[in-house]
């Protein structure tokens, strides 16, 4: 598959496959600042390995934030639970393409986190952690909207209109203090309650995919009779 990114995963299996480091290292989505925590793993192989996918991949004229690496992975942890969702629903993930960190043509040199790309939808995903400041939640969620709309729109405006261009923002919270060794066991439930929607979300707009199918369209003439 010949689109520009850092990597694309076609189907469920390839994105657990390259990710089953997480669960391997037992990584955490820790409340320290990004900062700390990539001094802390900076020097781990999977660290290592992102930082070179993303320079030999020249996405952007941007120089790469070593910051940015530690939300990938914390990014991919959650999509890994949000594809399982999917899975556990019905959902063909097989036929789910993960692209990550896709550089917008005509946008400026901008990236989309993720595009989440099943037949004729495009679903732009951006996310967000919110740690530090309650009061930024909002403000936080409000930035990351209008990155995805305006994603949504570039991308939308150069693909064939029949392609469902969508955008979803999810805002997480950290489930680890590494420094007191304790899970923070509010934010876990906050975020499986986001993931869960998320997932119907994603699964709304995928079985309206489904539904256009040919054979799919003669079944629903069926059970209007």
Known sequence: MKINSMYIFEGINE??????????????????LLKNRVEMYKNEEYFLVLEKQFKKSELTIWDL???EII??????????????KLFQKGVNVSKINVIME??????????????????RLIVVLEFGMFNQDEKRSEERYTKKLQESI?????????VDKEVNTINYVMIYKPEYDRIMC????????????????????????ITKQDNLTGIRQLELLELEK
Not at 104 to 111: P, W
């Open 182 to 205: 304790k899970s923070l066991d509010e934010n876990i439930y906050y975020n499986l309650k986001e993931i869960d929607l998320l997932a119907s979300f994603l699964y709304k707009y």
């Open 150 to 158: 305006n994603y949504r729109q570039i991308i939308g405006n150069a």
């Open 15 to 32: 994105f657990n496959t390259y990710s089953s480091f997480i669960e391997e290292c037992n990584w955490n989505i820790e409340k320290q």
């Open 65 to 67: 934030k070593q910051e």
């Open 71 to 84: 939300t990938w992975i914390d990014t991919m942890k959650l999509l890994r639970r949000i594809l399982l």
């Open 102 to 119: 896709y550089p917008l043509i005509y946008g400026n040199h901008m990236r989309s986190d993720y595009l989440i790309v099943y037949d």
